[in-house]
């Protein structure tokens, strides 16, 4: 005589699932600003840092690279610097050696 349906109240959620869900739903179902910046940028990335000029991991890994070789160039040419140095006032001092002989 009466209908029921079966499918529908064979599993029924309890209140606090239908709660913790709604966030969820609503969230899914309106736009918002942040979703369409986060498909646009990363659709777009590679385009943007280059138009941009933005600096990438690689850039700044190479930049780190480079300057430690620097550093390393630097050190050297210092420890050079200082035996060109002591070099130059032995030949000064031989050089009035012998302009004093004469």
């Known amino acids: 005589m009466f209908e029921t349906k079966t499918s529908e109240t064979a599993r029924k959620s309890s209140f606090t699932e239908t709660l913790a869900s709604i966030p969820q739903s609503i ?3 309106l736009p918002s600003m942040d979703k369409q910046l986060d498909r646009y940028f990363d659709a777009n990335i590679s385009s943007i840092i280059s138009e941009w ?28 610097k200082t035996k060109l140095v002591d070099r130059a006032k032995n030949l000064d001092s031989a050089m009035s050696e012998l302009e004093g002989t004469r």
């Open 27 to 29: 969230d899914t179902r």
């Open 53 to 80: 000029g933005l600096v990438t991991r690689y850039d700044l890994d190479d930049l780190e690279h480079r300057l430690d070789m620097v550093s390393t160039e630097i050190s050297t040419l210092e420890k050079w």
